[in-house]
């Protein structure tokens, strides 16, 4: 009989945050294969568990999977771990768990913290329906479609975000016109200097701004969902921009109105905040 592949979940931060079903199942399997067998190993060893471990990480999954495979089918049983969290949430291990079921190897998944999941449970916003974007891209024009299609959700949106980019992503929201949109940040969750806050995007940005400690570290951002309106000025933005480029706001304004059939006016003030001062 073939052995099984646990999905197994690690603490985010705070090492009491493992569950004695995970802390058994890594003690037990034959191999623990790891996103980054050094951050892995030094958990591990705070855990007391001293089972092997193999890495699976972005740039030798689809090499590793069938291996694994292959050790699984002759009855061996691995664990798969991230380096914190849930794996496969915005992680490598998708290529690993198709292969098994494709091969008729038991996948398992042994839940346990997430920083989704923590991050939607302290907002303070609505948690019924939401949207997991994960890292939005870094620069370009795949950032400004990103940024445009989170603008547009009407459910709350959970982002992940290096803390060198959070003042960035914070100055797009901005400039997108969502600076009185809630916003909550979550800055290293369960560790000693954890951080919540939920403001609007202009009184968060200022405060980040105002404090370099909030700029470093493990962000999730949550964002409230758009209105019926914003979700229009969301799937507008690309038109608007466009028409900014070639004429003032009081034409582009006079365009978009005959596009939409939406007031003038109300086009207007809303293309100025867009064009800045």
């Not at 050790?71 to 991230?82: C, D, F, K, P, T």
């Not at 806050?197 to 493990?218: F, H, I, K, P, Y």
Request: with cysteine; proline share 5%.
């Amino acid at each position: 009989m073939s052995g099984t592949l646990y999905i197994v979940s690690t603490p985010i931060g705070h090492l009491e945050d493992i569950t004695r079903r995970a802390l058994r199942v890594l003690g037990e399997v034959d191999t623990v294969a790891a996103e980054d067998t050094r951050r892995s190993g030094q958990l591990l060893d705070a855990l007391g568990i001293r089972t092997r471990l193999v890495s699976c990480h972005d740039h030798n999954e689809a090499a590793r999977s069938p291996q694994l495979v292959a050790r699984l089918q002759q009855g061996e049983s691995v664990a798969l771990i991230s380096d914190a969290g849930t794996p496969l949430v915005s992680d490598p291990g998708y290529r690993l768990v198709r292969a098994c079921q494709e091969a008729g190897v038991p996948v398992v998944p042994i839940p346990g913290a997430s920083a989704v999941l923590a991050a939607l449970a302290v907002a303070g916003l609505p948690t019924d329906r939401f949207v997991f974007e994960g890292f939005l891209p870094s620069k370009g024009a795949p950032r400004v479609q990103a940024l445009e299609r989170v603008l547009g959700n009407t459910a709350t949106s959970v982002l992940f975000e290096a803390p060198h980019r959070l003042l960035a992503v914070l100055d797009a929201l901005l400039a997108a016109g969502a600076g009185e949109r809630e916003i909550t940040l979550c800055r290293e969750l369960t560790k000693h200097f954890e951080t919540v806050r939920r403001d609007t995007v202009a009184a968060l940005r200022d405060w980040v701004a105002a404090d370099s400690d909030q700029q470093r570290g493990e962000i999730v951002l949550v964002l409230s969902g758009a209105d019926t309106q914003s979700a229009e000025d969301a799937e507008l933005l690309p038109l608007a921009r466009a028409l900014l480029a070639e004429l003032p706001a009081s034409r582009a304004a006079k365009v978009l109105a005959a596009v939409t059939g939406r007031k003038r006016q109300e086009l207007y003030a809303w293309l100025e905040t867009l064009s800045g001062p």
